[in-house]
């Protein structure tokens, strides 16, 4: 086990070094370089120039590009211009609610996905099962981003000033203004209030897509032999569904974790967007939208350091589940 | 592929129905379906009718746009065109499936393509979905004669914004006082070109590569897979708002990006097929024959892969309509006032309690276009895959 968890991760660098590369060659192809955030009226063709220098583009590409190989391989991204801070700090900051979020989505998207996909493989084909793979291609079908503001819509906005609802959800933030006054339970309810609405928009597109899956899966599980030998043992149906077939009907589905990633990070940043939420997502956006290249160009970089880290962690799941799998 | 010639009689042997009375051959040009319809085929006659009392709707309701079409800007000079196109099609379908009525037999191949095809027909929701698609691509196309507005012409702000839905405004107006169906009529254009464009960028690249990259082996492919891995890590949209935010946004700028950010996916599926393909009888033959690399990858190998290429690529388009829309609504997609869903349902964004219009329908318009893609590559898959036919 340790072997195949070292080959691993040996395996994953090459992949980390090759996506800082692509990154860096697909900046430095753009018009324009990072010193573009400084011009403006104010700033004098020479005092752009000795920014420029400043910060080594006046050097050829390839020296720039081991520059900053260099760099990032010590952990240093560079200094953001807009907020005068080191990227890392930024980042060691944002990282977490952007995990928070992702981490909420995944266990929502996987928990309701895979109960309504066993659901409909027991009740293959009737009507509850084909009115709820309809109702999964809807949502499978949805951009993430409408999805929010359809929710926010009902569940905020109109369930507040409409309808009178006795509970309903805030939009903006992680917390709310008042926060630090709060005790510490009244702070806990007011986080998991804001969580509600961002990660059931990101988890419900990801939860059709699970569910599909989980049908098929189930399916074939429960054709087996084993299972009939369970049911002709007098095993109740649930103990049969729940303790020998989703077993082995799961694992395929972890493969899913590695490969719904980068849809997850996707959605995120509009998700983020929409609800405000101070994560990497609107990190980038807001950083494209000021020229802020080091932001742009680490935090690019750790969207996909979280994917490559993320397949990782499916693989190595993958294999401790399922012991047909051999390590070497 | 083998095309064997089988001839099949048809139930039209009966002389009753076949012997067109003059009344029905005029019908046949005036309300083309109909007789379908009332034959009991009620997909395709029903489907054809109503396409066809839309496109008379056009020149009856729009007469002087369709007139001035002919000296009119490009998009309305290829909104004519569809027409025409459209007009004859539906004529001529309505002509042939009236003779193919009189005549004693029909001669149908039975190539794998007519047996998918027929597969395809058999499922009611892949041809249901089939339908819209058709109907959501001739509204892009015919969008300068169905909208009733200008897409991009302000009203008065003081009476006209933010108006709910209602008879002269089916779908509202917006913030600007515009009218947002026409708005959404013309989105469509935006939205189906890229997919459908990007799409098969994407699809062509990934197979060239795929194929090439499996059929070759050893260090190619080890090069090419690795590269594959590592542009499969970026989340997409992270890689395409890096790559479009430092250009200038522009339709030609997005449909590339959008196109070459893609390509991974289909490589990996074709590479896949080739490597099984490869040891083939098939191919062996033709190595034995002499055939070039190149000759085996582009005639042999190639058209074998293209059966789950088509299937991917009808569900790409789903996935790329809800990217370019993503990209849309963060400000760095289409720009405005060209009209695109993904823009139009950011509009709404501020002021979704007072005109929830504004950014629900757009979106509605999403759901369907992806959903019927969706929809159709699935009964796609199934068609196409000899062990699913029954």
């Known amino acids: 086990m340790i072997p195949f968890l070292v080959r691993r991760l040996l395996g994953a660098v090459p992949i980390v070094l090759g996506i800082a590369t692509i990154v860096f060659f697909v900046l430095s192809l753009a018009p324009g370089d990072a010193a573009s955030f400084f011009v403006s009226p104010n700033i004098t063709p020479e005092v752009l120039e000795q920014m420029r220098r400043n910060m080594g583009l006046d050097q050829p590409v390839h020296i720039r590009y081991l520059r900053w190989m260099g760099s990032m391989l010590r952990g240093d991204f560079g200094i953001s211009f807009s907020r005068n801070q ?90 709310s203004v008042d926060y630090p006054f709060m005790g510490p339970m009244e702070q806990l309810r007011d986080r998991v209030m804001h969580l509600v609405l961002p990660s059931v928009s990101l988890a419900l597109v990801l939860a059709a897509g699970i569910a599909r899956y989980m049908r098929g899966s189930m399916l074939e599980v429960i054709r087996q032999d084993y299972i009939r030998t369970a049911r002709s043992k007098g095993l109740s149906e649930a103990s049969v569904i729940f303790k020998h077939a989703l077993r082995n009907g799961l694992i ?17 940043v509009l998700i983020e967007t929409v609800f405000a939420w101070p994560g990497m997502g609107r990190l980038l956006v807001d950083a494209i939208f000021q020229r802020d290249y080091p932001v742009v160009m680490a935090g690019t970089f750790i969207f996909a350091v979280m994917v490559v880290v993320g397949n990782l962690i499916a693989d190595v799941l993958y294999a401790l589940v399922d012991p047909r799998i051999r390590y070497d | 592929m083998s095309s064997t010639l089988w001839s099949t009689p048809v139930s039209a042997m009966t002389e009753s129905s076949d012997r067109l009375l003059p009344g029905r051959a005029v019908l046949t040009f005036v309300l083309p379906g109909l007789s379908q319809l009332m034959r009991g085929r009620i997909a395709s006659g029903g489907f054809v009718l109503l396409l066809w ?60 393509w007519s047996l998918a095809w027929r597969a395809f027909g058999k499922s009611k929701v892949a041809v249901a979905s089939a339908m819209t698609v058709v109907v959501f691509y001739l509204v892009a196309l015919l969008a300068p004669f169905l909208a009733p507005f200008d897409p991009a012409a302000q009203g008065s702000l003081l009476t006209e914004r933010m108006l709910a839905p209602s008879l002269l405004h089916p779908l509202g107006t917006d913030q600007f006082a515009r009218d947002v169906l026409s708005r959404a009529l013309y989105g469509a ?91 083939r009888e098939f191919i062996q033959a033709g190595r034995a024959l002499g055939f070039s690399r190149a000759r085996l990858i582009l005639r042999h190998i190639i058209p074998n892969t293209l059966v789950p290429v088509i299937v991917a690529a009808t569900l790409g388009i789903g996935d790329t309509i809800v990217l370019e829309a993503g990209l849309s609504f963060l400000g760095l997609g289409v720009q405005p006032p060209t009209a695109s869903w993904g823009t139009m349902v950011a509009d709404g964004r501020d002021n979704l309690l007072g005109a929830w219009w504004i950014s629900t329908f757009p979106g509605l318009a999403i759901v369907f276009i992806v959903l019927s893609f969706n929809l159709a590559g699935d009964g796609l898959r199934d068609a196409l895959d000899p062990r699913l036919r029954s």
């Not at chain 1, 084909?125 to 309809?134: G, I």
């Not at chain 2, 090439?212 to 499969?232: C, E, N, Q």
């Open chain 1, 252 to 268: 395929p589905i972890i493969t899913l974790l590695g490969l719904y990633l980068p849809f997850l990070f996707s959605g995120a």
């Open chain 2, 189 to 279: 254009r935006i939205s189906l070109t890229i997919g459908f464009v990007a799409v098969s960028i994407s699809m062509t690249i990934g197979t060239l590569l795929g194929a090439t990259s499996g059929f070759l082996g050893g260090k190619v492919d080890a090069v090419v897979m690795r590269f594959v891995d590592m542009v499969i890590s970026f989340p997409r949209l992270v890689l395409l708002i890096a790559i479009i935010a430092f250009f200038e946004p522009s339709i030609f700028l997005i449909v590339a990006v959008l196109g070459l950010t893609q390509w991974p996916q289909p490589t990996r599926l074709v590479r896949g097929e080739v490597l099984s393909l490869r040891e």
């Open chain 1, 86 to 175: 080191p990227v890392r700090d930024i980042i060691a900051e944002i990282l977490p609610n952007t995990l928070i979020l992702a981490f909420c989505a995944v266990v929502l998207a996987f928990a309701a996905g895979i109960l309504i996909g066993v659901f409909q493989a027991v009740r293959q084909n009737r009507f509850s099962d084909s009115s709820l793979s309809v109702v999964g291609l809807f949502f499978y079908s949805m951009p993430s981003f409408w999805l929010a503001l359809m929710l926010i819509l009902i569940f905020s906005l109109s369930a507040r000033n409409l309808w009178d609802w006795p509970i309903w959800f805030p939009v903006s933030g992680m917390t």
């Open chain 2, 53 to 112: 009392l839309g496109f008379a709707w056009i020149p009856i309701m729009r007469w002087e746009r369709v007139t001035g079409a002919i000296s009119g800007p490009w998009d309305h000079q290829l909104a004519l065109i569809t027409w025409i196109l459209g007009v004859t099609m539906i004529l001529l379908w309505s002509f042939l499936q009236e003779r193919r009525e009189k005549t004693f037999h029909t001669i149908s191949t039975r190539s794998q």
